[in-house]
């Protein structure tokens, strides 16, 4: 079968013929009908190299964000049939500590001994005809189309797990969410926002054509620049925002996010440019929390 391999770090994936895996105990093999490209990915081969540690090393099978339908079963496996459709979690932890017992293998206690972090990420992923995957992360599609639903193991996830986290901030009439950053990411948190509460969305970029497209889908936008800050605390009656989710993750848009975020309101950083900010006691507002997220759980 062909698949997109990542052979060396530094190195642009190639197209290359591999042998078709047989999915062992517990596993299942995918036929896969839609693969997602990441910005990890290019990271992954443009930037990352031996400091990354042996889960991330060459070579594998790029894709973490993956749909199909079953194949084949491995040895126990039950509950699927040939034929289903199903999205796969990407992430693998060791499936029996607490954080993979609540479908978070995210935050595998036992992260650092295992053999790779991902479908896609150090394991073969799914930008290949077949993957082979643990059952108990395949969530069933039912009736929906598995290529369009590919990205929604990562690009829809990612900003679904972060906004479900601040609903609590979000109950409730005139509340507002702000997103900074209007990449995939960015567009599906708008559509979510929208889609699950009933808060007023802004949305912004420093992409006139993205804050097009976020109003397509309900957004407020609101350009960058000077007076931003002080456009949002007007349009919020002076009070601020009560979730903000920054999709960038550099030092200016944290400082954003900061300095529109109301009382008691929340901040999540999803981004992972890993850029800096200061905080001290008197500089957010008061029990304004600032945290960040990664990825999502099976649930
Ligand atoms: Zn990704
Ligand atoms: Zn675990």
Redesign the pocket.
Known sequence: MKAVRFTNWKTFPSLEEVARPTPGPGEVLLKIAGAGACHSDIAIFEQFDESMGAQLAPSYTLGHEDAGWVEELGGGVTGLAVGDACLAYGPI?????P??SRGQ?TY???AATQPYLANGLGRDGGMAEYMTVPARNLVPLGDADPVAAAPLADAGLTPYHAIKLSLPKLQGGGKTALVIGLGGLGQLAVQILTAITGATVFATDMKPEAMVEAEKFGAVPIEGGEGQVERIRELTGGQGVDAVFDFVGITPTIQVAQQVVRRQGRITIVGVAGQPTSWDFYSNPYEAELTNTYWGTIE
């Open positions: 932890g060791c499936g029996q500590c954080a993979c293998d595998c206690y036992n």
